[in-house]
């Protein structure tokens, strides 16, 4: 599969001959071919027109056409994911049994949505029926329904170049609400999204759908990402990635003269507090357990477990997280920037001299860097609470695989520790059932501060299902309504509208006389499929 | 019922000696007793630390526990509704079956949230069962359903004393989800307020909750609102309201160090379009209906049918509604501020020349405002659709009891016309069968544009229901994807959780083993209320 190196315009590969820039292979540093062309503010003018001309005929769909729609993408991946594959090994240098099961991860997805379309539940369907000889006044027939929120932009995270980039969670689920997607390819891995947006250039195709539906530009800058969120016909913006880059784009959405919401998920340092029940019994399977955890992918995902509160003392815990980690060699980070990132961040911390540096694989001198940070080596920092607490920038995210171990006197202490918490994706409860039985308190208030909460496990890995949550309040994402992973991320592309008196005929069939779609309504309060 | 002239801080009087207003009389201009004292910004303090230690407890209870407290604040209303239906009349000028009718209204919702808090459906709760055996990975036991997203501070609005403003639909659907209150009384109607605020903490006290679940602030100016909307507790702001204030205070909650979510309804002109077969059938009816629309409650509604398309010509219609409108007195309006604002307004729309006058009370000179709008005088006027299409400024609301017609040659003009439309509530067509037939298009545009579209009808007279939808696109509201009016009014006030692999006795009722609750949940995908 040979790949043109220029966005595509709905159907069309688009020309302009803007600034050009490369994939670039981060294990060697050599920069990959073709040269990929920034695209033109024309071209956004043209793909945001054809994303607005395609949406009334695309969200007028019906669930089961989509979900047709869905699972073409989806195969379509499957048959080119060897190429696909291949390529996103090349610009990140991430394993390949990671990215086959990231891929698995990406076509399970859209089927997942597929599933959740053709069902139909999801668009909470309401119907109040006409009262008319209601006193003192009758009351109208009343239905309503989720609806297409309109064009999308979605941002690719350089971390996952498949499940959270071109074809991922953010586009799955605003098609299958019945949004047009536009993407802005992340320059980490544009070979492997110019494969991925051919497949789905395709599927629209194949599917005879307005060639509107998918756009994906490149971008060298930022001009394009600017000029195509601020683009009237944009409705909604997806974006993982970077706290400053999340910030600035939601600023960016909010400021427009019709302000859209922005769903971005900018990461966290994941608490994960140890209660003295589980250290007791536990040290070094939990030690074993979080160094998979903080250093899978070397360090490079939202979950990764970056704040450790364990009992003071806790010393067989502490030896062996610091013998596991110490032993171990890095596995590279997945951009030079990235890595350059980390080193700094690394290298701050040691400096500040806020936290003290405890495990990693290279001695150093006093002020130095103790690990090679480019090769995305593992550092552990240690601190106590109170020294925590002191410092509030302890608990900002260096991503990459570095981890802090806050030693707290009792548990008494943590509650108040969580309290003073910003938002996170996720806390985690290592305890045993005494454990578990005191931490009300603190699991209430870890309620208030992330998305998802774990007991006994590791919050790297988040399952793509129903139930799954990843998100959480400010700043681990800038909308706590939402979830941009699991099947509650469809909401957050649609909105309710609302039929009044309406003939059968003109209202979505959703919403007809007799159901005729056989879905989930709340008809006059009661959930029903009749 | 004597009323102090203080803020509710919790279950205490405020005794902050700081500005001091009135409520005022609008039909006489009538100062009317106590004075009222602004909140003190230390009171601010202690109503926000209140409602944070109100949090946790308030919001796990049950449903079925919160059900009862809204009915017993129900009831507490109807018991002094005599008493606070007289200080409203005598505050707003409103007449007292109007009065009659919202109080059962504010009542009626409030049973009405209980009904959903107590059916429990609307939690959205999920359980995927964990696949140990599942290869490569076994999956975990995940969870997870809407939690509450932490105090709200509400705005009351002038238009509504009951209905949206102490004890209104944004206090109802913040306390069902389970967050405590801190509302920012209107000052148009502080008596009201202060009656109303009594009942809800009698409430409060009589249900042995926390007394920080509602406090209830006055403020003369705006440094009050700005404090309580600013303060790091305090997690949504819900507001109805001018676009001016709904601006400001979303740009204010988008601003903070923690964005929060902001729910301004800021109303909107409300389309209404007669296309030429209901024209031809109905043309009296329709003028009779909507005269009687626009100027209910001296159009001082958000619903209030502002711009109306109808066919050239169409003298029959024309004539009926300006005989009816030049017959009509003025029924006042609810204060002196909003009454200058739309005497402001006609004369702007007179002296600009971009509109005709064409219906109104009294007779006046080139250049002059032709009705008396400190009455509350009807004013009609009326543009062509290439006019109106050149004067943007013509879509905008003027607060009151006018409208303007807009002629149209073509219904094919329509989608167009629709497609140029900022956001709105709701849109009106006038349709016989044939009309509807070829309404598609015209539908399809309005479904981006509004929050609810109505049939033959007339968009006043908001029901209080499952399935109402009160919101639209920007600049309607802030938020596209939410509604004031019924019960989906409750997400809002709401964000998801999951628990991973918790310890059945450490979860929510809501999704332990067996269901004890008996609640509709997601369960592998399907709904069950096993």
Chains 1, 2 share one sequence.
Request: aromatic content about 6%.
């Amino acid at each position: 599969m040979s790949i043109s190196g220029f966005s595509l315009i709905g159907g069309q590969a688009a020309t302009a001959a803007g600034a050009t820039f490369s994939g670039i292979n981060p294990a060697t540093g050599e920069k990959l071919e073709p040269l990929f062309h920034t695209a033109s503010l024309e071209e956004v003018e043209q793909a945001a027109a054809a994303a607005a001309a395609a949406a009334p005929v695309f969200g007028a769909l019906s669930g089961k056409e989509r979900g047709v729609f869905l699972r073409a993408i989806a195969d379509g991946l499957t048959a080119d994911a060897e190429a696909i594959i291949a390529r996103a090994q090349l610009e990140s240098g991430l394993p390949l049994p990671r990215l086959q099961g990231e891929m698995g991860r990406t076509t399970g997805q859209l089927k997942l949505f597929a599933e959740v379309i053709e069902e139909g539940s999801w668009l909470d369907a309401r119907i109040d029926a006409a009262l008319p000889e209601r006193k003192p006044l009758p009351r109208s027939d009343i239905r309503s329904m989720l609806r297409p929120i309109g064009p999308v932009v979605v941002f690719g995270a350089s971390n996952f170049p498949l499940a959270f980039s071109v074809a991922g969670g953010d586009t799955a689920s605003a098609l299958a609400a019945g949004n047009p997607v536009m993407v802005k390819a992340h320059p980490a891995h544009p070979g492997t999204s110019a494969l991925v947006g051919a497949v789905i250039q395709k599927a629209v195709a194949a599917a005879g759908l307005p060639e509107g539906v998918f756009s994906l530009l490149f971008d060298a800058g930022v001009a394009v990402a600017q000029a195509v969120v601020k683009h009237p016909a944009v409705k909604a913006v997806g974006f993982t990635g970077s706290a400053g880059a999340g910030k600035a784009l939601t600023r960016l959405c909010h400021e427009r003269e019709e302000p859209i919401p922005c769903y971005a998920e900018m990461g966290s340092t994941n608490p994960l507090f140890i209660l003295p029940g589980a250290m007791k019994e536990r040290a070094a399977g939990i030690a074993a357990g979080l160094q998979g955890s903080f250093t899978l992918g070397s360090g490079q995902f939202c979950t990764k477990p970056g704040l450790v509160f364990l009992p003071g003392g806790s010393s067989e815990f502490v030896d062996a997280l610091k013998t596991g980690v110490d032993a171990m060699g890095g596995h590279g980070m997945l951009t030079p920037g990235i890595a350059s990132k980390y080193t700094e961040g690394v290298a701050e911390r040691v400096k500040s001299g806020k936290a003290e540096f405890v495990a990693g694989t290279q001695a150093a001198g006093e002020g130095q860097t103790p690990v090679d940070c480019a090769k995305g080596q593992a550092a552990v920092f240690a601190v106590s609470l109170a020294q925590f607490m002191a410092e509030k920038d302890l608990e900002e995210e260096i991503f990459g695989p570095t981890t802090m171990l806050i030693y707290y006197d009792s548990v008494d202490e943590l509650p108040a520790a969580a309290a003073k918490l910003h938002g996170h994706l996720t806390a985690t409860l290592h305890a045993n059932a005494e454990d578990a039985a005191g931490a009300g308190k603190l699991i209430a208030e870890l309620e208030t501060k992330v998305g998802r909460i774990l007991f006994n496990g590791f919050p790297t890995g988040v399952e793509v299902c129903h139930a799954m949550v990843h998100g959480g309040p400010f700043p681990a994402t800038s909308d706590t309504r939402t979830t941009s992973v699991g099947t509650r991320a469809i909401l957050r592309f649609a909105r309710p509208v609302c039929y009044q008196d309406f003939p059968d005929a003109a209202l979505p069939a959703e919403l007809r006389a007799g159901n005729p779609l056989g879905i989930m309504r709340m008809v006059n309060g009661k959930l029903e499929r009749e």
